[in-house]
């Protein structure tokens, strides 16, 4: 069986361009679904974050509206209550990417927060983009993209690959308050960019990089990935 690395964010807010911080984390279900997903299939999932901070859930994404109800999201926070991973993260700085055979990065705004600016994070994106391994990054994760970037050249530059869009954090209500959007910068990187239907599942298969576009991509994203293992 494989052993998968998910790389999470260790920041519980956002600062937005007004200099306050809004609360957010990981996306909940961006967690649980490929967790759930990788584990009934008999894998091992190691959890790392930045100084082995326990990741902080968005609060927002546990409700019974990010779920389509209150039984979809009870059981969303029963998955997070039973990983016992969550609360045992291993140093960001200390992960050495050829221990494992698939990368993951679950989204949720604290990517665009810390991992955006993390050489740690850089490191291990770099060395298991050029593995040839499964690479699998969701919604705001991509975030983490731009700190790969060393003299405005990306290894990422050239790849198709889709994000949290314009349009959706529009609709999100936090645009006017973003200090930048996310699929403005991932354009300014270099990548390919492409934007499915808002709030409905897409993913994007660029080589070893396999991305999806918003939460709901997160269950169809583990599933390619489970076919590449």
């Known amino acids: 069986m494989a052993k998968i690395l998910f790389v999470l964010t260790g920041a519980d807010h956002w600062t937005l361009n007004d200099g306050t911080k809004h609360p957010t984390g990981f996306w909940a279900e961006e967690f649980a679904a490929p967790y759930e997903a990788f584990t009934d299939a008999g894998h091992e ?13 968005d609060r927002g994404s546990l ?22 991973e969550l609360k045992n993260p291993i140093d960001l700085a200390k992960v050495n990417p050829a221990d494992y055979d698939a990368v993951f990065y679950p989204g949720g705004h604290g990517p665009m927060e810390d991992l955006a600016v993390n050489a740690d994070s850089a490191r291990v994106l770099t060395e298991t983009l050029d593995s040839g391994k499964p690479l699998a990054i969701v919604c705001h994760a991509p975030a983490a993209l731009l700190a790969t970037a060393r003299g405005g050249e990306s290894p990422f530059r050239g790849y198709s ?3 949290f869009t314009n349009s959706e ?7 006017d308050k973003a200090p930048w959007l996310l699929q403005d910068r991932l354009a300014d990187l270099g990548v390919t960019f492409d934007e499915g239907t808002p709030w409905s599942p ?9 991305t999806g576009q918003n939460p709901a991509s997160s269950a169809p994203l583990a599933q390619r990935v489970l076919k590449a293992l």
């Open 63 to 84: 409700s019974a509206d990010a779920n389509g109800g209150q039984e979809a999201a009870d059981r969303v926070a029963a998955i997070l209550d039973d990983a016992t």
């Open 202 to 210: 897409n993913v994007v298969v660029d080589r070893n990089l396999y």
């Open 161 to 163: 690959l889709t994000a």
């Open 45 to 57: 999932v190691v959890i790392a974050s930045p100084g082995a901070v326990v990741p902080p859930v």
């Open 169 to 175: 954090e529009i609709q999100a209500g936090l645009a």
